[in-house]
């Protein structure tokens, strides 16, 4: 799906978004003042399962999004709550400006997000390839980021998250963490400060990752090549 103009982004989405695997090419969102991305907030009515807003089966190419500097930024979405993301990417252009701007989620709390990744450039300061702020009760897993971001994976961190079999292999712009602050789960994490691609290649490099596979199959979720 083509985009053209300037996108206003939804706003308190709380149902079931299925994407059907269509991917919305050159999403664009300008001068948002308080959140931005396809959707400007995700919310659910409740963080129990039967409460969660979801969001699956998406494809985000080409995204040029900008916000005021203190706005949350995400090419999904600048802010998640009560939700669960799965099978979504955001693959080229650039997330920029904002105070927190992350590859999928400016900001997030009681979010799981699985299958996930991401590729675009996040153009702020203290931007994140994945999430910019963890918020607590944030559970990621079988993730990775490609984009230039000053953190690989989050920035700012509070409460009780988890970020597990998530890789990176993008361009720190002025740091080399992959995050900043404390999250569980983060030494499954392989070779994060690594910009070689080549390091993910070998099996031995994902030894306890448990799902990793030489030849692939519907019951693995890594592959090897």
């Given at each position: 799906i083509n985009t053209s103009g300037t996108f206003t982004p939804i706003s308190g989405f709380a149902g079931v978004f299925d994407g059907n695997f269509f991917n919305i090419n050159g999403l664009t969102v300008s001068n948002s003042s308080t959140s931005a991305g396809l959707f400007s907030t995700i919310k659910g009515a409740s963080s129990n399962t039967s409460g969660r807003a979801i969001v699956r089966n998406l494809g985000l190419k080409n995204v040029n999004i900008q916000a005021a500097d203190n706005a949350y930024m995400g090419g999904l979405a600048g802010k998640a709550e009560n939700a669960n993301i799965t099978?979504?990417?955001?693959?080229?252009?650039?997330?920029?400006?904002?105070?927190?701007?992350?590859?999928?989620?400016?900001?997030?709390?009681?979010?799981?997000?699985?299958?996930?990744?991401?590729?675009?450039?996040?153009?702020?300061?203290?931007?994140?390839?994945?999430i910019s702020?963890?918020?607590?009760?944030?559970?990621?897993?079988?993730?990775?980021?490609?984009?230039?971001?000053?953190?690989?994976h989050y920035n700012t961190a509070l409460g009780d998250n988890t970020f597990q079999y998530v890789y990176d292999d993008g361009t720190r712009s002025g740091s080399t963490s992959y995050a900043n602050g404390s999250a569980t789960g983060l030494t499954d994490s392989v070779s994060i400060n690594s910009e070689n691609i080549a390091s993910y290649q070998t099996a031995s490099a994902w030894s306890g990752w448990g799902s990793v596979s030489a030849n692939g199959g519907e019951n693995t979720k890594w592959r090897i090549y």
């Open positions: 099978d979504v990417f955001v693959s080229g252009g650039t997330i920029k400006q904002g105070a927190y701007s992350g590859g999928i989620l400016g900001s997030a709390k009681n979010v799981t997000m699985d299958s996930v990744y991401n590729t675009a450039n996040v153009g702020s300061g203290i931007g994140a390839g994945l702020r963890p918020l607590g009760n944030v559970h990621v897993t079988n993730a990775y980021n490609a984009g230039i971001a000053k953190f690989g």
